[in-house]
């Protein structure tokens, strides 16, 4: 999927109400399956998302990429691309 030009990377597993996994910064989706947590809570719609710059997902050219304002714009992408987004 793309968020303001950049190729992002998130994979989907279980049913259910929807919860990111997102890492914040360091790392990306796969820490949260070795860990064990994606197994845990079942009943969940798990969103495992790769942070602009790690694992699957393109990084930004430059520091302007990686401002929060872009980071709460790839987390709304991610949500709207997977179809989990809060009505408005």
């Not at 790392?27 to 845990?40: C, F, K, N």
């Not at 714009?73 to 809060?86: C, K, P, T, W």
């Amino acid at each position: 999927m793309d968020s303001a030009g950049l190729r992002l990377f998130y994979a989907e597993t279980g049913a259910g109400l929807p919860v990111l996994w997102h890492t914040g910064g360091c790392g990306d989706a796969t820490m949260w399956q070795r860990a064990g947590y994606v197994q845990g809570p079942p009943g969940y719609r798990h969103i495992l998302f790769d942070h602009r710059g790690h694992g699957r997902s393109q990084a930004p050219e430059g520091t302007a990429g990686h401002h929060m304002s872009c980071y709460v714009a790839d987390v709304v992408a991610v949500l709207d691309d997977a179809g989990s987004s809060a009505p408005q």
